[in-house]
């Protein structure tokens, strides 16, 4: 049995060593192919993240998501930093994106940090919500024509 | 995005390689500085994972992160593996020689490899946080680490993902810390840094058993596939977990093979960094040591003992955090509908073909399993390896069968419309790496050709080509792409944008400011000394900007302006208002 084995073994070392040179020759042509594209893919990908405007690049996933780039800065320069603060989305808004509505909330709770999101904070960023809701004590400290607010509710 | 930015993460990225150095001093000492060079890469990595592992720990036990811990942990270790090497009397390593043999094909993937990673650091530089899981909790988790220095309560009990482990966090803070702020475009440089020290490590560990010409097309296949070389800045998780379980893998069956005892102590520690990184790294390091208990079983009274010595270990380092989440009251790491999910068996072939397809989508890998298979499958026949295709073989097939498993368990189809989701293709990510470091060290073995060996030396002609071939394309391309103009290190200050002709949004601004305050006192000045009118609002880059309005043409703006500099204020007219 080892006998018959080993004859197997070295009828099939040089067609072994045939295999080899065939699978590199493959992934040598597979990864030369895929080289210029690769290269003008990343060129192209440099350049287009290089002519982004600064806000742009910095809030960069948030744009598909919060409708108004003001927003969200607006809200960063107005909340104080041990501020905390509300995302309310009202049940009719329908600017923005459709991803605005599900995710705008934890898109602010990663920007706007290290501010912290609570239900009871007396800052509340508001997407098209009912401003009526929050009564006399709040007060519009910035809006936009997207439906945008952010409101400071007095104590 | 400044440069000092970068030179902050460039000194973290020196304390990681550091650390790594001091420990492998410690563990089996450099014999050469051409060999400290060559194993730089593995050194860099076990030096993350090992600092990181740490810190992760200290998190736990409650001490306060700040740039001070940042930098003594790493140092710590470098001088502790320092120490330990002295007093193991360790000599110190000799200049050493280059090998001949394979050296200009060596330098041929290298220069290739290095364009290529010149390539992605230039499209990594600037880049934005696009990933959604990156600013949906990676990114929030590491700011809650930055600023409020621990493991946060309410961030990390709130964000999705909350039962991840927090290596990636704590190393993306460590990373703000050295930055100096939480600058979240400079830190695709540091998950780009990592990528290029996996490659390092990789062509080092294989350069010691597989020819150059076998080697360097698969290093190169790697960079290509859109999955994994295309990923490699993204500051996320998923490569990083695949980096340390490839790393182990490969140091494991070399310990297996030569029993040099320090690469199973530096797979554990990958093993550790692993079981912190994310939730699949368990899976990932039961099924390697399960696979390197198989390819070890003839040799189990020297291997298991060993090999349950490093699962003790790497349990004790996992377990902490485990710890933690349950006493905060987050859910599992488990699937929510059971390890066995009976109840949805009607996805468990649609989980086999999906999990199968990603595996072989060449979309994702390029054709780097397909060869793995046929590299498999070529070894197993000439019998040339036989424990390399029992490990490997095992391994890749427990991790394919893991992801059956994942996604059979984890899918939600009726969220997702899709079965797997984007989770498979993650944990796939696991099984294409490992094929890119199997095939290479199985074909190597079918060949039966002795990499280069130590004692054979460069003649200066080819060392001196060799160097050439590497430098010139290395320096070629970066000045090819500054003849597009020198790199551009964007701040908040483009927002300022000073007029030069009448235009509709004219405006005079006396400055911007990072602090509300700042900018109200110096509103209220320009008030107080009759500049009535002014205003207070963010500019577009997020900046306050103390600014007047009511300008009509630049002409009038500029005669205020100047009115205002001889009253002792800057002033000068913009655009934006």
């Given at each position: 049995m080892?006998?018959r084995?080993?004859r197997?073994?070295?009828?099939?070392?040089?067609?072994?060593?045939?295999?080899?040179?065939?699978l590199?020759?493959?992934?040598?042509?597979?990864?030369?192919?895929?080289?210029?594209?690769?290269?003008?893919?990343?060129g192209e990908?440099?350049?287009?993240?290089?002519?982004?405007?600064?806000?742009?690049?910095e809030?960069?996933?948030?744009n598909?998501l919060?409708?108004?780039?003001?927003?969200v800065y607006?809200?960063r320069?107005?909340?104080?930093?041990d501020?905390?603060?509300?995302?309310?989305?009202g049940?009719g808004?329908?600017?923005?994106?459709?991803l605005?509505?599900?995710?705008?909330?934890?898109?602010?709770?990663?920007?706007?940090?290290?501010?912290r999101?609570?239900?009871?904070?007396?800052w509340?960023v508001?997407?098209?919500c009912?401003?009526?809701?929050?009564?006399?004590?709040?007060?519009v400290?910035?809006?936009?024509?997207?439906?945008?607010?952010?409101?400071?509710?007095r104590? | 995005?400044?440069?000092?930015?970068l030179?902050?993460?460039?000194?973290l990225?020196?304390?990681?390689?550091a650390?790594g150095?001091?420990l492998?001093?410690?563990?089996r000492g450099?014999?050469?500085?051409?060999?400290?060079?060559?194993?730089?890469?593995?050194a860099?990595l076990a030096?993350?994972?090992?600092v990181?592992s740490?810190?992760v720990l200290?998190?736990?036990?409650?001490?306060?992160?700040?740039?001070?811990?940042?930098?003594a942990?790493?140092?710590?270790?470098?001088?502790l593996?320092?120490?330990g090497?002295?007093?193991?009397?360790?000599?110190p390593p000799?200049?050493?020689?280059?090998?001949?043999r394979?050296?200009?094909?060596?330098a041929?993937?290298?220069a290739?490899a290095?364009?290529?990673?010149?390539?992605?650091?230039?499209?990594?530089?600037?880049?934005?946080?696009?990933?959604?899981?990156?600013?949906?909790?990676?990114?929030p988790?590491?700011k809650?680490i930055y600023f409020?220095?621990?493991?946060?309560?309410?961030?990390?009990?709130?964000?999705p993902?909350?039962s991840?482990?927090?290596?990636?966090?704590?190393?993306?803070?460590?990373a703000f810390?050295?930055?100096?702020a939480?600058?979240?475009?400079?830190?695709?440089?540091?998950?780009?840094?990592?990528?290029?020290?996996?490659?390092?490590?990789?062509?080092?560990?294989?350069?010691?058993?597989?020819p150059?010409w076998?080697?360097w097309?698969f290093?190169?296949?790697?960079?290509?596939?859109?999955r994994?070389?295309g990923?490699?800045?993204?500051?996320?998780?998923?490569?990083?977990?695949?980096?340390?379980f490839v790393?182990?893998?490969?140091?494991?069956?070399?310990?297996?093979?030569?029993?040099?005892?320090w690469?199973?102590?530096?797979?554990?520690?990958?093993?550790?960094?692993?079981?912190?990184?994310?939730?699949?790294?368990?899976?990932?390091?039961?099924l390697?040591?399960?696979a390197a208990?198989?390819?070890?079983?003839r040799?189990?009274?020297a291997t298991?003992?060993?090999?349950?010595?490093s699962a003790?270990?790497?349990?004790?380092?996992?377990?902490?955090w485990r710890?933690?989440?349950?006493?905060h009251?987050?859910?599992?790491?488990g699937?929510?509908?059971?390890f066995?999910p009976?109840?949805?068996?009607e996805?468990l072939?649609?989980s086999?073909?999906r999990?199968l397809?990603?595996?072989?989508?060449?979309?994702?890998?390029s054709?780097?399993?397909?060869?793995?298979?046929?590299?498999?499958?070529l070894?197993?026949?000439?019998?040339a390896?036989?424990?390399?295709?029992?490990?490997?073989?095992?391994?890749?097939?427990?991790?394919?069968?893991?992801?059956?498993?994942a996604?059979w368990?984890?899918?939600?189809?009726?969220?997702?419309?899709?079965l797997?989701?984007?989770?498979?293709?993650?944990?796939t990510?696991?099984?294409?790496?490992?094929?890119?470091?199997?095939?290479?060290?199985?074909l190597?073995a079918?060949?039966?050709?002795?990499?280069a060996g130590?004692?054979?030396?460069?003649?200066?002609?080819p060392?001196a080509?060799?160097?050439?071939?590497?430098?010139?394309?290395?320096?070629?391309?970066?000045?090819?792409?500054?003849?597009?103009?020198w790199?551009?290190?964007?701040?908040?200050?483009?927002?300022?944008?000073?007029?030069?002709?009448?235009?509709?949004?004219?405006?005079?601004?006396?400055?911007?400011?990072?602090?509300?305050?700042?900018?109200?006192k110096?509103?209220?000045?320009?008030?107080?000394?009759?500049?009535?009118?002014?205003?207070?609002?963010?500019?577009?880059c997020?900046?306050w900007?103390v600014?007047?309005?009511?300008?009509?043409?630049?002409?009038?703006?500029?005669?205020?302006?100047?009115?205002?500099?001889?009253?002792?204020?800057?002033?000068?007219v913009?655009?934006?208002?």
């Amino acid at each position: 049995m080892t006998g018959r084995l080993s004859r197997w073994t070295e009828l099939h070392s040089g067609r072994g060593r045939l295999g080899v040179v065939l699978l590199v020759a493959v992934a040598t042509l597979a990864g030369a192919l895929s080289l210029p594209s690769t290269m003008r893919d990343l060129g192209e990908a440099a350049a287009r993240n290089s002519a982004l405007s600064f806000a742009d690049r910095e809030i960069a996933g948030g744009n598909a998501l919060v409708a108004d780039q003001s927003a969200v800065y607006q809200a960063r320069a107005r909340i104080p930093e041990d501020g905390t603060y509300h995302v309310a989305v009202g049940p009719g808004y329908t600017g923005g994106s459709e991803l605005t509505v599900p995710f705008v909330e934890s898109y602010y709770r990663y920007f706007l940090m290290p501010r912290r999101p609570a239900e009871d904070a007396p800052w509340i960023v508001c997407y098209g919500c009912d401003l009526r809701q929050y009564g006399p004590r709040a007060k519009v400290v910035w809006e936009d024509d997207e439906g945008i607010a952010i409101v400071r509710l007095r104590r | 995005m400044t440069a000092r930015a970068l030179l902050g993460l460039a000194a973290l990225d020196l304390l990681f390689l550091a650390a790594g150095a001091g420990l492998l001093w410690f563990l089996r000492g450099w014999q050469s500085w051409v060999e400290l060079a060559r194993l730089a890469g593995l050194a860099y990595l076990a030096g993350v994972a090992s600092v990181s592992s740490v810190w992760v720990l200290l998190l736990i036990v409650g001490a306060p992160f700040s740039a001070g811990l940042a930098v003594a942990v790493p140092l710590a270790v470098a001088l502790l593996g320092t120490l330990g090497g002295s007093v193991r009397r360790r000599r110190p390593p000799a200049l050493g020689t280059v090998a001949r043999r394979g050296l200009l094909v060596t330098a041929l993937g290298m220069a290739a490899a290095g364009v290529l990673l010149e390539g992605l650091f230039r499209s990594a530089r600037l880049s934005g946080l696009q990933e959604w899981d990156a600013w949906s909790f990676w990114i929030p988790k590491a700011k809650a680490i930055y600023f409020f220095g621990g493991l946060d309560e309410q961030f990390f009990t709130t964000l999705p993902g909350a039962s991840y482990p927090p290596l990636v966090p704590v190393l993306d803070a460590a990373a703000f810390q050295l930055m100096g702020a939480p600058d979240v475009v400079t830190l695709h440089v540091q998950f780009w840094l990592l990528g290029t020290g996996f490659v390092w490590a990789l062509a080092g560990l294989l350069s010691e058993r597989v020819p150059a010409w076998i080697l360097w097309p698969f290093v190169l296949l790697l960079l290509v596939a859109p999955r994994l070389g295309g990923r490699f800045a993204v500051p996320e998780a998923d490569l990083l977990l695949d980096y340390f379980f490839v790393l182990a893998a490969v140091l494991l069956i070399c310990w297996i093979l030569d029993r040099e005892r320090w690469r199973l102590v530096l797979g554990t520690i990958l093993l550790c960094g692993m079981v912190l990184t994310k939730r699949e790294g368990l899976l990932l390091g039961v099924l390697l040591l399960a696979a390197a208990l198989f390819a070890s079983a003839r040799q189990q009274r020297a291997t298991w003992p060993a090999l349950g010595a490093s699962a003790a270990v790497v349990a004790a380092v996992g377990v902490p955090w485990r710890v933690w989440y349950v006493a905060h009251d987050v859910g599992g790491e488990g699937p929510p509908g059971g390890f066995v999910p009976w109840e949805n068996l009607e996805w468990l072939w649609p989980s086999v073909r999906r999990a199968l397809e990603v595996l072989f989508d060449t979309g994702y890998w390029s054709l780097i399993v397909p060869v793995a298979v046929g590299a498999l499958i070529l070894a197993a026949l000439t019998r040339a390896a036989d424990l390399l295709v029992a490990f490997f073989g095992t391994l890749l097939v427990l991790v394919a069968l893991g992801g059956i498993w994942a996604t059979w368990a984890f899918s939600k189809p009726w969220e997702t419309g899709e079965l797997g989701g984007n989770f498979v293709i993650r944990y796939t990510g696991a099984a294409a790496l490992l094929c890119v470091a199997a095939t290479p060290l199985l074909l190597g073995a079918v060949w039966q050709t002795r990499a280069a060996g130590a004692g054979e030396h460069a003649a200066r002609r080819p060392l001196a080509l060799a160097t050439a071939i590497v430098l010139v394309p290395l320096l070629a391309y970066p000045l090819a792409t500054l003849t597009g103009g020198w790199p551009r290190f964007p701040t908040r200050s483009e927002c300022v944008r000073v007029a030069t002709a009448d235009a509709d949004d004219l405006e005079v601004v006396y400055g911007h400011f990072d602090s509300p305050v700042s900018a109200e006192k110096l509103l209220a000045e320009l008030t107080r000394t009759g500049f009535v009118g002014t205003e207070l609002r963010p500019d577009e880059c997020g900046r306050w900007k103390v600014s007047y309005h009511a300008i009509a043409s630049l002409a009038e703006g500029r005669a205020l302006a100047a009115q205002a500099r001889r009253a002792g204020f800057d002033a000068h007219v913009g655009r934006g208002g």
